[in-house]
């Protein structure tokens, strides 16, 4: 089973999110199904963190938060609710699964079906970020598993929490050339372009992956 029978996978933020292509009710009638298209997902992509949109849904069903608990809890991968309605949130509170659950809000692009954009490249995972310090501007290169860590700048001393409104302001993002294997750096706002690598030029485009 493929996961993009199960879920739609959008760039937002700089990382992506996904969601459920089906409704929250059908999710949790099939909860196996969506469990091992999530396993699928982080494992194909070795996400140690995952992005759901859940902005559609007034309600999780218990089935479905027991299958994001066991995505934690089972695959070690942390998991951000995006977007949730305050009846979520509540919920989410009321049941402590905050401890295991994180609750995000990010601005979110319209959601469409998987384009057809195929190139004669080759796609590369991000590696990470380029931010700046907010205090004093100086450059961090960040891995691209480092949402919601706490950093410290080299340069002024302050601490920050990586959030996913610094990432969308990366001036910069890497990856990792897949045939000569040097880091590639390119302007964010060039993710998802076709171009070449300057150590070798192969053709590549980089997607965002939690």
Not at 141 to 169: F, P, W, Y
Not at 198 to 205: L, R
Request: glycine share 6%.
């Amino acid at each position: 089973m493929s996961f993009e029978e199960h879920l739609e996978v959008q760039e937002a933020g700089g990382f992506s999110i996904v969601r459920f292509r089906n409704s929250i009710i059908e999710v949790g009638n099939r909860a196996e199904d969506a469990f091992e298209a999530l396993r699928r997902f982080v494992s194909t992509f070795s996400c140690m963190k995952i992005a759901i949109d859940v902005s559609a849904d007034p309600y999780l069903p218990s089935s479905v938060l027991g299958l994001l608990v066991r995505l934690h809890t089972q695959e070690g991968v942390e998991v951000h609710l995006v977007n949730a309605p305050a009846e979520v949130v509540e919920i989410i509170h009321i049941t402590r699964l905050d401890r295991m659950l994180h609750l995000n809000d990010i601005e979110i692009g319209a959601w469409s079906s998987s384009g057809s954009d195929s190139e004669a490249s080759s796609t590369v995972g991000l590696g990470g970020y380029f931010v700046e310090c907010p205090s004093c501007e100086a450059e961090h290169r960040i891995d691209k598993h480092d949402l919601g860590i706490r950093m410290t700048c080299a340069e002024c001393q302050a601490k920050h929490t990586v959030s996913a409104e610094m990432l969308h302001n990366a001036t910069h993002v890497y990856a990792k050339c897949p045939r000569c294997e040097q880091e590639v750096r390119i302007p964010h706002e060039d993710l998802k372009t076709v171009l070449s690598c300057e150590h070798c030029d192969a053709t590549i485009e980089i997607r965002t992956v939690v």
